[in-house]
Structures are given as C-alpha cells and as structure tokens.
C-alpha cells in the first residue's frame, strides 16, 4: 500500500478571500516530506467557507526563469534529441500556481514546451529520432509534477456532496498527463518501462487517485489502465496495491479513490478466466463484500456492483455468498441503501444466470417486504416491483403457499393504508399477479391471513374489556381518579374505545372480503 502522504501548504477558497493554514516549503515537493502539524479536523465546522473551493497547487517559486528554447519544428534533424531532452529537463521546473501573477514567462514557456513534446510523442517518426536518455527523462519529469503532498482540506468539506475542487495548477497538470499517456502508448522499448517503473514509482502513482480534483484523478486511472496493458511483469503488482488500497476503505482509507480503484479493479479481473483463483475469491469476500457497508456507498455503487456482475459471471457460486451478505447487513433504517440493495439484487437476477437462490428468497423477501412498508415512495415501489420479479415469481411458483404468506400482509397493509396512493395500486397489482401465479395459494393465504386478523382482533379487545372493568372498580373505590384520562389512555394505548368495538368489528369484517383484489 501507498505510505500515508502528507498534508501539504496551502489552500485558497474561491478567488483568494480566506488562506488555511500556510506554510512556506522552498525545498523540492515530495510524497516524503514532513508532516503538517496542524489538523484540519479541528477547525470549527462554523468556520467553513461555502462552496466552491479552489485548491491552489501547493509549489512555490523557483529561482531564476525559463529561457525559451528554439521550436522542434524549426530545429535541424540532428539536434532534435538534444533539443528534446532540454525541453523535458525545463519542464522539470515547478512553477507557482498559488499566484497567478507569479511566473508569468516560465509558465508561459514550460506550457509551450509540453505542447511541443506532446507532438513529438504523438509522431512516431520522431519518436524513432529520439534516445534512451529522453525516454527516462519523461518518467522523472513526470514524477517530479505530479508526485506531490495532498493540499490540507478540511475533513468536512471533503466529504461534502455539494463542494467542487478544482487545482489552480491543472491547466499545465493536464498536459502533463497528456503527455505521459503519449509516451505510454508510443512505441518504444518495453524495457524502459520495465526498469523504470519500479514499485515505488507505481505506488505513488496510486496516491494520485486521492486528490479532490476528479479531472485529475480520472487521468491517474488512464495512467495506471495504461501501464497495465503495455508493460505485463507490473500487472501481479498493480492488482495488489489495488486489493491492498480497495481493503483499507472500510477501515477508513480515502472515498475519493474508491470508484477509481474499483473500475481498475474491473479491469485488472475481466482479463482473468473463469474459474477464479483463491486469490479473487477471498478478494471477493474480504474487499468487494465489506465496501456495501460504508455510509457513502453510492459514491462508488455503480463500479462495485459491475465488479460484483462481473466476479459472478466468472463463478456463479458467488452470487449465494453475495446474498446471505446482504441480508445479514441489511439497513433496515436507511432507505438510500435499502434502495442500493434492491437495485444491484434485482441487477444480478436479471443480467447474471446464478445458481439456484431459492434457499435464499424466503430470507430475502424478508427484508424486501419490510422495505415496501417504508414511508419513502421510491423505496416502497422499488421493494413492490422486486417482488414481481422473473426469478421470484420462479422461486413463488416452486413454493407458493410458503412465500405469498410471507408477503401478504405487507402487501395487504401497504395496499390500504400507505399515504401515497401510487404506492397503494403498485401494491394491489403485485397482488394480482401472485394471485395468478398460483389462485389457489392465494385464495387460501388470503384466508388464513383473514382467520388471523380475527383472532387477534378479538383477543385484544377481550384485553380491552379486562382492562376497562379493573379501571372501573379502581374507580370505584377511589374517586379522584379522573375517569376521562384514564378512558384517554386505554383507548390511545388499544387503538379503538368501548363506544367502537363493535364498529370496528363491522368495519372489519366489510374490509376483510375484499382482500381478494380484483
């Protein structure tokens, strides 16, 4: 795994109006340098500014300013290698970002240097004019740009749904990147790659994917997807520093990479040929499973659930492991998970061919008739239209007596109380199409579910009736109880007063032969 990196120098929110915790650093930027001390974690959550933020690039000036050198275009054949080499040690140089006063001519001559550089890499003709040395200056030059601290954000803002960050520095970051994925894809020998990638150079590229701007973070994953396809001996390397980073997530590793690292994730395992190793197994269990826990999950749900289809698809045994993981976690209490849930089951049945689930419906349905009578309306029709899936109503039909009494009264209760009328037809067409899966099944849950709503109805209100002839001889024998509290409380308590047992029971008894929907 990536060592921790440090926080670095400066932020500025929107055009320059308030600075955190600066620190001047004249040395060159490393991922090793010292440690910040101060904690943005206890800067009070008041004190916050409102969005947007712009991070400004944590570098500092350099003495002395870049001398143009002449265009590429324009120089003799022979001079390009040297030529191309100074261009790529000028690039080298940092320039600072924080100030956009600053630096104005080496910014404007670095800029045009990797313009040039990037037409160079991308005309193989030139590429075969240029030596070993130039090559391995690119992989430093890149290093040198991009290997920096993270910028100090507070820990509020950095999990804020509503806040954007953009790197002031990105303009040039941007062709830098460009640039290197041009030298990648170019055709020179594997061998450069080989030897110069080394292990510590991969893993702090992989500490790109963490910075806040997205652009740049997408570009880190172009980077690292590259790498893998053009040098082959890296791939068992990058396949394990992203299961290493993937299982330090839930353990409280950085969000922002996780949708990243799960599609390199994707990546690194369509390649693999069923079945899995031992290896993607306990992957499987030990790094995708436990990422459905974590409070942010849709963050990062649509890249972990096509690593999950996809993992599946190459052992369809999974899909059991994946179930039973769902159901122990299910949340009963956050409907936006509930929702995830749902969904990627309902995915996984309709894009996957797993093996028999049927000893896991009954638990499932479970879960899913307890999510159909939640308040949230997305989450009832979610719950309601899973229940009416091709793979339920399969596992319904092989056991219909069993499962259509499992969810019957929530579908009975959603279909006549829920607030949302939308919810309530959902409700009685689910009803509909159990009851022409299997009348029979139907007919005879409807029953029994009727016999036992009688029952219970009856034995609380004999409860009821117990209870109102002990609070009338209390009353009796001492008259400051206040008889009206005492009725107001009983009745809230039961849910009906005496005056309405037995039109409750009428009542009852009208609603109750019209389950059957028609």
């Known amino acids: 795994m990536p060592p921790p990196r440090q926080r670095s120098n400066t932020l500025t929110i929107g055009p320059v109006r308030k600075v955190l915790n600066p620190q001047t650093n004249t040395k060159r930027p490393s991922a090793q340098g010292e440690q910040n001390e101060s904690s943005s974690e206890m800067q009070p959550i008041s004190d916050f500014p409102s969005p947007p933020v712009q991070i400004v690039s944590c570098r500092h000036t350099q003495p002395g300013e870049l001398i143009p050198l002449p265009q590429l275009s324009t120089a003799?054949?022979?001079?390009?290698?040297?030529?191309?080499?100074?261009?790529?040690?000028?690039?080298?140089?940092?320039?600072?970002?924080?100030?956009?006063?600053?630096?104005?001519?080496?910014?404007?001559?670095?800029?045009?240097?990797?313009?040039e550089l990037i037409d160079?890499?991308?005309?193989?003709?030139?590429?075969?004019?240029?030596?070993?040395?130039?090559h391995a200056q690119i992989i430093e030059m890149f290093a040198v740009n991009v290997f920096r601290p993270l910028p100090n954000i507070p820990r509020a803002l950095l999990f804020s749904d509503e806040v954007t960050f953009e790197d002031s520095a990105w303009p040039h970051l941007s062709l830098i990147y460009i640039l290197f994925l041009k030298f990648l894809e170019s055709q020179i020998d594997p061998r450069i790659l080989q030897y110069q990638l080394t292990p510590r150079y991969i893993t702090q590229l992989f500490a790109a994917l963490d910075f806040p701007d997205e652009r740049e973070r997408a570009q880190a994953k172009a980077v690292i997807s590259t790498i893998f396809n053009k040098v082959p001996p890296q791939r068992p390397l990058l396949r394990l520093i992203t299961t290493n980073l993937l299982a330090g997530v839930p353990e409280g590793g950085s969000i922002n990479a996780t949708g990243y690292l799960l599609e390199l994730f994707h990546l690194f395992t369509a390649g693999t040929p069923p079945p899995l190793s031992s290896g993607l197994l306990s992957a499987f269990e030990r790094v995708v499973l436990p990422l459905h826990l974590l409070p942010r999950l849709q963050t990062y749900h649509h890249p972990l659930v096509r690593c999950v289809l996809l993992m599946i698809r190459k052992e369809p045994k999974l899909c059991i492991t994946l179930l039973k993981f769902l159901i122990t976690h299910w949340p009963l209490t956050l409907d936006h998970k509930s929702e995830l849930f749902i969904d990627e089951i309902s995915q996984i049945f309709d894009e996957t061919m797993p093996q028999d689930v049927s000893s896991q419906i009954s638990s499932l349905l479970e879960c899913v008739s307890i999510a159909a009578e939640s308040p949230s309306m997305t989450l009832a029709e979610k719950a309601l239209k899973f229940m009416i899936n091709q793979r339920v109503q399969a596992s319904i039909i092989a056991k219909p007596t069993e499962l259509i009494t499992q969810v019957f009264p929530s579908l009975f209760r959603v279909a006549r109380e829920h607030w949302h009328r939308n919810v309530q037809v959902t409700a009685l067409t689910v009803m509909n199409t159990l009851m022409e899966l299997n009348i029979e099944a139907f007919k005879s849950v409807a029953e029994q579910f009727k016999e036992k709503s009688y029952s219970e109805s009856s034995v609380k209100e004999q409860k009821k009736t117990f209870w109102d002839q002990i609070v009338q001889q209390a009353i009796q024998k001492?008259?400051?109880?206040?008889?009206?509290?005492?009725?107001?409380?009983?009745?809230?308590?039961?849910?009906?007063?005496?005056?309405?047992?037995?039109?409750?029971?009428?009542?009852?008894?009208?609603?109750?032969?019209?389950?059957?929907?028609?």
Request: proline residues 5%.
């Open 76 to 115: 003799p054949i022979g001079e390009i290698p040297q030529l191309t080499f100074q261009k790529i040690k000028q690039c080298i140089r940092i320039c600072d970002f924080s100030d956009s006063k600053s630096d104005l001519s080496s910014k404007d001559t670095k800029k045009s240097a990797l313009n």
């Open 478 to 518: 001492d008259p400051s109880i206040d008889s009206s509290i005492v009725d107001r409380d009983m009745d809230s308590y039961f849910g009906f007063s005496k005056s309405k047992i037995k039109e409750k029971r009428s009542v009852r008894k009208r609603s109750m032969t019209q389950i059957n929907p028609i």
């Open 120 to 134: 160079v890499y991308s005309n193989p003709k030139m590429i075969t004019r240029l030596t070993r040395e130039c």
